[in-house]
């Protein structure tokens, strides 16, 4: 039972990592065409903009990404299937027709840079994010990761291709971005049109409205104040310092991102995992086994990620973008408790108790965007990323004591062995600067990094 559930979870990351870390290896190439050929106040506008869209996401899919994975993953009547996806597109429609009441509205009030192409990615982005996790459970992991593959691909492309085109306006990158998702879309679903079938008038249920809704509401709440705590400093940062500060943090948290992608695309195979698992003998050894595990990996992550990237910053970043690296390594470490969180998190979604979730993260609304305007103004931009930091650390730890009674999640040798690879990292990080230190660093922690990887993939996989 313990190594076939091993097998199923090395399997789904493989298959998730493939697709989340090569797509993002794709678009990670845009980061240096920014800092080359992007203006940091252009940088710092384009990022709040696509900030605010993504920010916006909760809202315009009230989170129903979560219960179409969620109710389908382990329901396999085709009558069921069509019911939930049927009534969840209808909900989205009425959203759709809402936004476009509004979005023709606003214009009358607000002047706002590239307004139309803005609300288009709100429209693709939200139908994207639903439809990715139809192709989760219509189709096969092995689409979704294709999806990605595809998506990267173009928007990387698209983007540079009508950026130049388009004398080196940021209406390029918007374009790129909504050209590539329309496209890979249609890739996947135009030769069997399975989510287009699935489609119907007549299965739309109330029963399935509420059903939907009681799961995603609670979600909506907390993504939406995650997104507060996550973006709300760098609107703190462009108001007390300006878009060029702003897009210095961009950069920073863009190279940051392959350390949350890393992270979720453990969360979307532990996902499958866990709701499969939850309710089997030993889950809380199994569990706790593969948190410390997973501790280990991502601390050798944020180590690696924030020297290697100083070791080559004069390929990466553009000199005018020097001061986002040093935000790197506590950007990373915010980052890496934030997945901590998301670990614990799935621990009600197996039990269906998301209401649960809102808790902690209510306060953390609340306490990060003070701790952001405090530490903004007497540290600059490194204040808002130990904001963050400070935040997502009490998150994990909230998180922990939470779910103790339902699932105990023991710590042991591996998260601390993590915590102290931070914390010596850290005063090397920012206590010495020397390339030939940042390249012994970065080469020690990539080795270990690959020897415990294949470890886990033995002890994972072995028969």
Known sequence: MKQERNKTLAKDIVIYGIGNVGSRLLTFMLIPFLTFFVERGETGYYDLAL?????LLPITTLQMREPIFRFLINNNSDTYRKNILSTAFFIESGIFALILIISLSLPLFLHIRHYYLIIISIYIYS????????????????KYMILGLITSFLTVALSVLFFFILDRSIEGLFIGNILSRIIS????????CRFFKSLSIKHIRKDSIKEILRYSLPLLITALIFGIMSSSGKYIVSYFSGLEDNGDLAISEKYTTIILILGLTFYQAWQVTAVKNFQKEGSSVFFSEVFNKYAILLSL??????????????ILVNEKYYRSIDLIFLYGTAIMFYCFAIFYEIVFQCTKQTYKILYP??????????????????????GNVAAICISYVYLFLFRYFQTKKILHI?????????????????????????KLLDYAVMTISAISLLIYSLYMKKRYLKK
Request: glycine share 6%.
């Open 51 to 55: 900030t605010a869209v993504l920010l």
């Open 127 to 142: 139908f994207y994010e639903l439809y990715m996790q139809v192709v989760r459970v219509l189709y096969s992991s092995t």
């Open 185 to 192: 879309m249609a890739a996947i679903e135009l030769p069997e």
């Open 301 to 314: 992550l944020v180590v690696c990620i924030s020297f290697g990237i100083r070791s080559f910053d004069f």
């Open 361 to 382: 993260v209510l306060t953390c609304a609340l306490i990060t965007p003070a701790i952001s305007v405090i530490l903004i103004k007497e540290f600059g931009l490194m």
């Open 410 to 434: 023991r710590f042991d040798k591996g998260l601390y062995a993590s915590i102290l690879l931070l914390v010596v990292s850290g005063f090397l990080f920012y206590g010495i600067h020397s």
